[in-house]
C-alpha cells in the first residue's frame, strides 16, 4: 500500500452500542405489544409493532450493509447517505470546496448526537438532495448549533464510531493546514 493508501480514513456502517440498544429496546417493545392480555386495543398493537419492528428492521438492514457512512481520501470527504437511499444521499465533497472539517453536537432531551461535517467555501456548487426550501433552512437554523450551510454536509454519528485521531491524520495528509473545528 501506498502512503496516500494507508492515509485513507473510511468508517463504515455497523453495529455500535447506540444502534444495538435501539435494536434491543425495538424488540422489547414489540414483544411486549405482542403479548396478549395486554389491555391495549389491537390497532394500537399492530401499529406498535410494525412501527418497531419495522424500525428495527431498518436500522438492522444499515448496519448489516456496511455501506461507507464517512470517507476522507485524496479526492475530498465523502458523506454517506442513509441506507435506505444510499445512492440518492450520499454527496461527495472535494477538497477545494471545503474550508474546515467540523465537529459538533445536536442536543436532544436526555442526550447528544455527535455529528461530523465541512464548511463549504462560498460559491461552492450546491449539494444535491432535500433541504433548500426557506422553510427546511428555518427550522434546521433554529435547530442546530451551526450554520444551515454546516447541517446540509454533515452526517450524524450513529451506526458507525468516527475515529477522531485518524479522521485528524487523513485530513492532514490530504489536505495539509486544514482545519478540524471540534465543537464537542
Do not use: C
Not at 406498535?48 to 479526492?75: C, E, N, S
Amino acid at each position: 500500500m501506498s502512503d496516500s493508501e494507508d492515509a485513507v480514513y473510511e468508517a463504515r456502517h455497523g453495529f455500535d452500542r447506540r444502534t444495538s440498544g435501539v435494536l434491543a429496546v425495538a424488540v422489547l417493545f414489540s414483544a411486549v405489544l405482542l403479548m396478549p392480555g395486554t389491555g391495549t386495543p389491537l390497532v394500537l398493537r399492530i401499529a406498535g409493532t410494525v412501527l418497531f419492528a419495522g424500525g428495527g428492521l431498518v436500522m438492522a438492514a444499515g448496519a448489516v450493509t456496511r455501506k461507507v457512512a464517512f470517507r476522507v481520501d485524496g479526492t475530498g470527504v465523502l458523506l454517506g447517505g442513509s441506507p435506505l437511499r444510499y445512492r440518492a444521499t450520499t454527496v461527495h465533497i472535494p477538497w477545494e470546496d471545503i474550508t474546515e472539517v467540523v465537529l459538533w453536537r445536536q442536543r436532544v432531551p436526555n442526550a447528544s448526537i455527535p455529528w461530523v461535517g465541512v464548511r463549504r467555501r462560498d460559491g461552492a456548487p450546491s449539494l444535491p438532495g432535500p433541504g433548500r426550501g426557506a422553510l427546511t433552512r428555518a427550522v434546521g437554523g433554529a435547530l442546530v448549533p451551526v450554520p444551515f450551510e454546516v447541517l446540509q454536509s454533515s452526517r450524524a454519528v450513529s451506526g458507525w464510531r468516527l475515529d477522531r485521531q485518524r479522521l485528524a491524520d487523513a485530513v492532514a495528509h490530504f489536505a495539509p493546514g486544514l482545519r478540524i473545528v471540534d465543537g464537542h
